[in-house]
């Protein structure tokens, strides 16, 4: 495992103007359940992975088969990226504003999109995304 959370930070750093890091994230797998609490208030949410600032580790649901599903692995690299802007000081949730965390957010989503390309894999809920991001902000100033 430790040896393909090598290859795809590559990818993440490859595909971005970061330096490789010294150290790597920790990778954790959890519960499809504790993804919901964390994630979504036990709503249902389509939610697979993400990334913790405070313990620097990324969780991915126990489902994903992620040593031969480059579906998978592509929300690793995308939750990567997010590790890069962390340790490189550019992601500091609370003192951003909605505009430069959307920024942050397309960035990773571009080198998921483009390692699934790479992967020949489909890219529709990745382009879906994309879109809704861009008005995220938009949507988020308008007042009722």
Not at 14 to 33: D, G, M, N, R, Y
Not at 85 to 95: F, K, P, W
Not at 112 to 136: G, W
Request: hydrophobic content about 40%.
């Amino acid at each position: 495992m430790q040896e393909l959370i090598n290859d795809l930070m590559i990818w993440a750093v490859t595909l971005t103007s970061f330096e490789q890091p010294i150290k790597l994230p920790t990778v954790e797998a959890v519960s499809h359940q504790q993804l919901l609490q964390t994630l979504c208030d036990d709503q249902f949410c389509t939610a697979v992975a993400y990334y913790d600032t405070e313990t620097r580790t990324i969780f991915y649901d126990e489902r994903m088969e992620l040593q031969q599903d480059q579906s998978a692995r592509g929300f690793i690299v995308h939750e990567m990226v997010h590790y890069l802007q962390d340790i490189n000081g550019e992601l500091v949730i609370d003192e951003m504003r909605c505009e430069q965390r959307i920024e942050k957010e397309q960035q990773a989503y571009r080198v998921q999109q483009f390692f699934l390309r790479e992967h020949r894999q489909p890219t529709y809920q990745i382009d879906l995304a994309m879109a809704v991001l861009a008005n995220v902000c938009k949507n988020a100033n308008v007042s009722p």
